[in-house]
């Protein structure tokens, strides 16, 4: 049974279009992040969300927006997409407390044409 | 700004010579530092996680260490299924503190 899971695992679109990427957990964890790993597989992170609240969210273009319906669920909404923009989306989820260890997904990898 | 460097960026062993991987990070409180390994495609898969300095964690043919300023993994008699990228993270102390990844470190072991 699939921990972090994430769809579409391949995402091609065009420059301008807007796009999301579905991320779901069973782990029961409290907190899901996202990161973006560029070409030179440069893991950085992106937004984190806590029991449904943003709390950390980098320098990345307001083109790209969190939403979290629940606990269990953080989609990542893009709005006009830029060559820039591809790369490798990983979705991640733990627990807040003393062990914070992250659980990954699989990835989608975005291409912009 | 916390960071993380790691070393060597590459390398390759052969099967059963054991090596150390490095990983030496800045942060402002460590709450955690955090070793993972990816394989091509995949995403990455977590490995331990060390507190404090002169903490060490075992599984299999992997070891991690800590001290104040870096964190060694040692590979012992690796084998061709241990090739793989490994990340090192940190997270400093502070209500939403984010992880900071190091390159990571490609290592291939040849049969």
């Known amino acids: 049974d699939t921990a972090v899971s994430q769809t579409p695992k391949y995402l091609v679109t065009q420059m301008g279009n807007d796009k999301s990427i579905k991320c779901e957990q069973n782990l029961g964890h409290d907190t899901m992040y996202w990161y973006k790993q560029d070409s030179k597989k440069f893991l950085k992170i992106m937004f984190s969300?806590?029991?449904?609240?943003?709390?950390i969210n980098e320098t990345v273009p307001n083109r790209f927006s969190p939403k979290s319906p629940d606990k269990a669920h953080l989609n990542l909404h893009i709005n006009s997409l830029e060559l820039g923009d591809s790369a490798v989306y990983f979705c991640?989820?733990?627990?807040?407390?003393?062990?914070?260890?992250?659980?990954f997904g699989p990835g989608t990898r975005l291409t912009v044409t | 700004e916390d960071q993380v460097t790691q070393s060597p960026e590459a390398l390759r062993l052969q099967e059963g010579e054991s090596s150390s991987l490095n990983c030496s990070y800045t942060v402002s409180g460590l709450r955690g530092l955090f070793w993972y390994r990816q394989d091509p495609g995949k995403g990455p898969e977590f490995l331990f996680t060390l507190y404090s300095a002169g903490e060490e964690k075992e599984k299999e043919r992997l070891k991690a260490t800590l001290t104040k300023k870096e964190s060694f993994l040692h590979i012992t008699a690796p084998k061709p299924e241990d090739s793989a990228t490994y990340l090192c993270a940190v997270q400093a102390r502070g209500y939403g503190q984010n992880f900071v990844f190091g390159p990571g470190t490609r290592l291939s072991v040849l049969p």
């Open positions: 991640a989820s733990s627990f807040t407390g003393q062990s914070y260890e992250q659980y």
């Open positions: 969300y806590n029991n449904k609240e943003l709390i």
